[in-house]
């Protein structure tokens, strides 16, 4: 789903059951950057920036442009890099990316440009500026029902707006109106869209359920911001049949959570199984639908504290119950942010950074110098964390992405800087595993790399 860096490079992460673990520079004289990634069953899409020229895989990518970085998109299938596209006088990392497999087209939000390329051959189909936007710029775009749906906007209204695959200007926008609202994220699945923010007052959006219109509302908790969930869709017809998917979109649930004293910040979320599962920043401790969610450091600023939390669906009440939350927090006030959420089958996986020291589950892990990269599974069903595990050395090195999907199969994007010790595994001859270390050392300012290995 969707965050951006333009200073740090990156690793990517490919989880494959009975498949041998495997570390690979993405090297260049400046600062490389994989930013996000989005998947599709073995094969992942990742976006990113580069100044001069990186080299990934097999494959170097060159830029005429060598005052900052420049934007491309890669495919990552198995172990081949297929093709870098870099799209000079785009200076900066996408803020989020999305794959039609039907009509194999890739599409990259910029600010208010939406790029999409061919899936084949990395080709440029478009590049077009979205006037719905202005200058808030897209928070992320997912492809859902037969088009890209991308959220844009912050303040009093934003807009989701739905896109043609295959003609960029065929969109249609859908004004959330509200006191001061900032979308965060974006998920789907067959049932609709499902955004992520945060909400300080009211949020207004127009139902309908194919016979008549009605309005949601959810309302922040106090003078806070609250984190707030909302689904969205195209409703069916009188008849019951899908109307255009390039039409609006209707509301169909929603719901806010948080401390009702503190402000809350969303961070990121997916939905998978018919559950939504969400990432956020919390201030002190609180309860989520009677569900202790407990401080590690104390009520510091410096302190970052992030919950995870599974919701499942309560139709009857047009809304999302928790069914579980996992605190991640730092026992001092050191420097640690979950960023990215994805989920699959049994398994829910999270990525970001931390310094210090972290207790993850019953595992306790310390970063080697700045902060290091944060990975961790969860189980879908509990939220127990299941794996932690991290990677890093004497520089910053942080989880930017995650997309997992399938039978133990993931893709995670971060960042790294100077030298890295990174976790790698391997299969022995008897089926037990084998865990060893690898370091890499960047070749210049700082490098991306292609970690895989099997969960």
Known sequence: MRRTSLLFPAFLLLATAGLGCSVEPAAGPGPDTIAVVTRFEQIAFVGGAFTERMRFGERTARSGYT???????????????????????????????????????????????VLTFDGSDGAL????????????????????????VGVCGE??????????????ENRVATRVYADDARPVALAADAGGVFVIGELHGDLVVGTWDGREYGQLRLVSQGDNDDVFLLQVRTPPSAEGELRDPNDLLYARAGRVYGHPDEDDVAVDLERAHGSIYAVSEYLDAFELDGLPVALGCGHDPRCDNHLVARFDDAPERGSFVARWVRAFTPPVAHEMKVVAISAAADTVGVTG????????GEETLTSEGGTDVLLALLSADTGDVEVATSAGGRGDDRGRDLAIGGPAVG??????????????????????????????VSAGDTDGFVWTLPL
């Open 125 to 148: 189909l478009e590049a077009e500026g979205v006037s719905e936007c202005g200058i808030a710029g897209f928070a992320d775009v997912v492809y859902s029902g037969g088009r890209f």
């Open 411 to 440: 893709f995670a994007v971060g960042a790294l800087r100077e030298e890295a010790v990174f976790p790698k595994v391997r299969y022995a001859e008897d089926g037990s595993v084998v865990v060893e270390q690898e370091t890499h």
């Open 155 to 168: 303040g009093a209204a934003f807009e989701l707006v739905t896109i043609d695959p295959l003609r960029v």
């Open 67 to 113: 005052s900052g970085p420049t934007f491309f998109v890669a495919r990552y299938e198995g172990a081949d890099v297929r093709w870098i596209t870099p799209v000079e006088g785009a200076v900066r990392a996408p803020d989020g990316m999305a794959y039609d497999p039907y009509d194999d087209v890739v599409a990259a939000v910029l600010g208010s440009v």
């Open 353 to 360: 950074r931390f310094e210090g020291t972290l207790e993850v």
